[in-house]
């Protein structure tokens, strides 16, 4: 069962602000949901559109990361004791509430994996435990960065405030980077969900990782249970002018056959995707292939920033029905960011004083 909250973290405090608070089903938990097969006839249920009813709550969590680990060598999927053994050895390596110290972590940073939702066990996808989200490349990592890329990359991290994931601090360093509360990362401002949750791509993340899907004829609505983010997918039609830019990009979306695709252009600079340019073009598709699966896959597409597209996939998992995604309360009377601004302030102003007395 999981549990979902925010954690806000600024560059000075972590921020802990209760969010939504809900026992649902972890993809990948419960055996039966996670190896879900599809009958050898069965039908996907039909929207009132004739198109596949993609509606409903589903959850993303999966331990399967997004590049394969080196433990698995060039092993794109396992069976169920190697996937068993390292599930094990990773929900126990990787728990935020150990108080046995440690290189990355010690008493003071022990924190309750209550408020976690990173899923249990690997992706199940066709009949097998998979290794890693990318599929394409084999080798299950992301292309490496064309020289233009990898330019670009080094010069956003000079620019960029350190611990932020979006692009507001470029061109700014020093002491006070952090001092306008405009500047500091979208997701720490509970704007735009951190680790691509919210996506294109839509990837799964620590915790928070329900999808709701809402269909009709013309539109496709995904709301995204990390900071309430919404996708508004548009069926049919052309992208919007190249000067308009969005976070989440401008996604159009058509049938073909079973599956939904979506494609996602006009991305800001803001929401940077492992460090692509404006030319990054997502293509998803939604393919339901079961009642409790429907199978997710995307491909990222930037000639700018990776030498080759790649792609990847994994099982979103239906919930019960009785579950609902519920109000993500971030900094709502959350005062942390207002005190941190008035204690700097006051640390200058005592500073000064004590200089004019010649004070040290």
Known sequence: ?????????????????????????????????????????????????????????????????????????????????????????????????RRDGGPERDRSRAYPDYFTDRGTQLAWVNNAFRTSLIVDPPDGHVPPLTPEGLKRVNADQALRAPSSDAGEQAGQTGKGIYDDPELRPLAERCLLSFGSSSGPPMLPVLYNNLKQIVQTRDTVMILIEMVHDA??????????????RKWMGDSVGRWEGETLVVD??????????????????????????????????????????????????????????????????CHEANYALEGILRGARDEERRAAEAEKKGVK
Do not use: C
């Open 1 to 97: 069962m999981g549990h979902r909250f925010l954690t806000a973290v600024g560059a000075a405090v972590a921020v802990v602000a209760i969010a939504s608070i809900a026992r649902v089903p972890v993809a990948g938990q419960a055996p039966g949901a996670a190896r879900s097969s599809p009958p050898q006839k069965w039908t996907a249920p039909r929207a009132d559109d004739g198109h596949p009813d993609l509606q409903g709550t589903w959850n993303a969590a999966t331990i399967t990361p997004l590049e394969r680990p080196e433990v698995f060598g060039s092993k794109a999927a396992v069976n169920e004791a190697e996937a068993a053994a390292y599930a094990k050895e990773f929900l126990e390596s990787s728990s935020l509430d």
């Open 231 to 244: 996708r508004i997918i548009r069926i049919g039609g052309e992208h919007v002018p190249q000067n308009i």
């Open 264 to 329: 996602t252009t006009n991305f800001t600079d803001k929401t940077r995707f492992r460090g692509s340019s404006d030319k990054l073009r997502v293509t998803e598709r939604f393919t339901r292939v079961d009642p409790k699966t429907i199978l997710y896959r995307f491909t990222i597409d930037d000639p700018a920033t990776f030498t080759r597209p790649w792609t990847g996939e994994y099982p979103l998992v239906a919930v019960a029905p009785q579950e609902h995604i519920y109000e993500y309360a």
